[in-house]
């Protein structure tokens, strides 16, 4: 299994590995892109074995030439490991690579529907490259996950119909834990990308009277930068860290105009946090009835949800409710149960293939 150690793939990649391992699965993770932290490289090892590439992801690469080597890199581990499938977490992993083992390649974002939901344009010329590699990982691939029905259209809207396609929602292993609420509002994201939409939060900020805290880099991998002026930043924090600060939260806000799944809303709804979510498809599908909506280009509706959800405690009450009974159903052992069944149905096509060819 790919991973990264940047963004939310991290997070996707160490609770479905701690489900698969329930499911009898043994997994070996290779990583890209910038180094992970000791706490990372010990989260992983409790989990299975990590080896950790010196390549890089396609969305800090400026040209196909440089991540051009990742797929048969990969492919050697495979070999090296004696592994029965691969589960790539980018769909540029899977563009060209040599192997007679399944692939299965999951679309968590990409920089093309980036493009499409926060600049409504299609990728700039430099960047066409991107759509290349990309389509180039969903026709190798033997199956493509996505983690919502949202996503799925945006990459079929962007792409092209995709053969073998499957929602698989997202899950978390984040305790379902009621703790003492504290009044201030709570935000996480990778604040350098446009698309979490950090510049509307500081502005609705400036006019909240409750405290907006916040975590999360500001500085991106490419010089990215976002400075925070009403918020109160509190920088990158472990993932415990962070979960710790929103279990004392009333209210978590998510932002962002680009969510093809959105773990901040999932963990904050399973900390009995009320949500604040910007209307947009995915957050629509997945917590419609379960949150308050605003406008994420309008820094006073974001505000103005905010208000209200902090001066009526039934209002509060009923959300967390509700949004709570709707976390439960992103179940780390449904998630597992899903992932394991492709992976079954592919490796029995497999031998099947295999066995026809040798008689």
Request: with cysteine; glycine share 6%; hydrophobic share 45%.
């Amino acid at each position: 299994m790919t991973v990264d150690a940047v963004g939310g793939v991290w997070r996707y990649a160490m609770d479905l590995a701690a489900g698969l391992q329930h499911e009898g699965v043994e997994i070996v993770f290779v990583g890209l892109g910038p180094a992970p932290s000791e706490t990372q490289v010990s989260e992983a090892t409790a989990l299975g074995k990590l080896v950790w590439l010196d390549a890089p992801l396609d969305w800090m690469a400026t040209s196909r030439a440089e991540i051009a080597g990742a797929p048969d890199e990969i492919a050697r581990i495979a070999r090296d490991n004696a592994v029965d499938l691969l589960h790539l977490n980018l769909p540029s992993q899977a563009a060209g690579i040599d192997t007679q083992l399944p692939v299965v390649v999951v679309s968590h974002s990409c920089v093309v529907t980036w493009f499409a939901a926060v600049r409504g344009t299609p990728v700039s010329p430099d960047l066409a490259w991107q759509h290349d590699v990309n389509r180039a990982g969903f026709d190798r691939a033997d199956a493509v996950l996505s983690p919502s029905e949202s996503h799925a259209n945006a990459l079929q809207a962007a792409y092209g119909p995709i053969s073998q396609l499957k929602v698989v929602y997202n899950a978390s292993r984040v305790e379902t834990e009621q703790r003492p609420k504290k009044i201030f509002v709570f935000a996480a994201g990778r604040w350098w990308d446009e698309g979490k939409n950090g510049a509307v939060l500081d502005k609705a900020a400036s006019v909240m009277s409750q405290p907006v805290v916040t975590v999360g880099s500001c500085l991106g991998p490419n010089g990215q930068r976002l400075r925070f002026s009403n918020a109160d930043d509190r920088g990158s924090l472990s993932h415990s860290k962070a979960v710790a600060l929103m279990q004392c939260a009333q209210i978590v806000v998510s932002p962002s105009v680009y969510e093809p799944f959105g773990l901040t809303a999932l963990e904050a709804a399973r900390c009995g946090a009320a949500l604040v979510l910007s209307d947009i498809p995915n957050y629509r599908e997945l917590w419609n009835g379960c949150a308050l909506f605003f406008d994420p280009h309008d820094p006073m509706s974001l505000a103005s949800a905010c208000a209200r959800l902090s001066g009526d405690a039934e209002l509060r009450k009923e959300l967390v409710a509700k949004s709570l009974a709707r976390a439960c159903t992103f179940n780390l052992e449904r998630q597992a149960a899903s992932v394991r069944e492709t992976y079954a149905h592919l490796m029995d096509h497999t031998f099947n293939l295999a066995a026809a060819e040798q008689s």
